[in-house]
């Protein structure tokens, strides 16, 4: 079982900054992904943000030039910069990560979400 720890979540003004922090634990075999998805009220969970194992980066266009990804040397845990801050930012904020057991069986974990609000 992963455990995935979120923090760096709160509330924010227009064009401010926040940068979230996920860091994964527990029977660690293979992390193949990690990423960053959020939630808007009544709106569907939208991916924004992954880094595969190798080092590629993917960002959605809705926050291409303002949010960046990245993980630290270990690769346990990622970063989510957010820049130029939004109102329709406003969601809650999920870390996920794609894993692969001695078995090759993979297995998305998920924490259990931050709240990031941004004031007009």
């Known amino acids: 079982q992963v455990t995935l720890v979120e923090s760096g979540g709160g509330l924010v003004q227009l064009g401010g900054s926040l940068r979230l922090s996920c860091t994964a634990s527990g029977s660690i075999f293979s992390i193949n992904a990690m990423g960053w998805l959020r939630q808007a009220p009544g709106k569907q969970r939208e991916l924004i943000a992954a880094?595969?194992?190798?080092?590629?980066?993917h960002v959605a266009d809705s926050v291409k030039g303002r949010f960046t990804i990245s993980r630290d040397n270990a690769g346990n845990t990622v970063y989510l910069q957010m820049n130029a801050l939004k109102p329709e930012d406003t969601a809650v904020y999920y870390c996920?990560?794609?894993?692969?057991?001695?078995?090759?069986?993979?297995?998305?974990?998920w924490g259990q979400g931050t709240q990031v609000t941004v004031a007009s």
């Open positions: 880094i595969a194992s190798g080092g590629t980066t």
């Open positions: 996920t990560l794609k894993h692969y057991n001695r078995l090759g069986e993979a297995s998305d974990f």
